[in-house]
């Protein structure tokens, strides 16, 4: 995510300073092949986020709490926040998640909103982005949707739950128009949905642009959840149960080019034939 924000920043002009624990790793120099400035930072050391924030315009924050852990995740946000606190950096973007409001025994969930609790206590100016379900999980090897969004994600919610979509690149064009109109944005919270489609559609939608359906493997829930922490199996089993916003009028107006389910899957319609 953090990749297709620099990419869209970068694509429009703005100077961007890339932070990575990595800067010699292919993502990384991929971004600094584009323009980007590089900088070996970590959101887990406070004092390395102090010199990259000097100056800056805006801060883009958005944690992985799958990867590092919730309680991580919760520093790290932390960390960054008080980074900005410190530089005064006019205006901070954070990648949140739909649900909003209280607690839902998700930690993907639970996390991103004690997180923003923070930021409000620091009284930062911000504007929180809130998507649902992106694109890629359907067929990003790292998502592994062969198991989890085309079995065990349609045995926990069911096949006809409408879910808001939105593909990444179109989450890193948003966050630019946003960075580009601060004065409009600070103070907002932002539900993004490109398109609103059920599973059951997605499946067939993929049949049509692939010539075959999704492929699919079978894992043991339990196995499943070794490698997820769980919190997968929790979050569809939410979704299942409660309802999110399905408008998709605000993403359409901020990017009347963002993809619909279709027109994303037909940009990898090769892939997918392979």
Known sequence: MGGAVARSLIEHGWRVRALTRKPKGEPARALAGLGADVIKADMNDPASLRKPFAGAYGV?????GLKAGFDKEIRQGRNVA???????VPHLVYLSTITGGGRTGVGSFDGKMAIEEYIQELALPVTV????????LMTDKKFSPAVGTWNIWPR?????RAIPWIAVS???AIAERVFAGSEQFIGRE??????VRTLAECRSIYEEVAGHPPRSSSMPLWLFDR?????LSRMWTWLGKNEVPTDTTLTRELLPSALTVREWLETKSDELRG
Do not use: C, H, W
Request: hydrophobic share 45%.
């Open 190 to 195: 932002l539900n993004l949905a490109a398109d």
């Open 156 to 160: 926990l919610m069911g096949d006809e």
């Open 60 to 64: 883009f924050s958005v944690q992985n």
């Open 129 to 136: 982005l809130r998507p649902t379900a992106y694109m890629e």
């Open 170 to 172: 179109d989450i890193g």
């Open 82 to 88: 008080d980074a900005a606190k410190a530089a005064e």
């Open 227 to 231: 490698f997820t922490r769980g919190d």
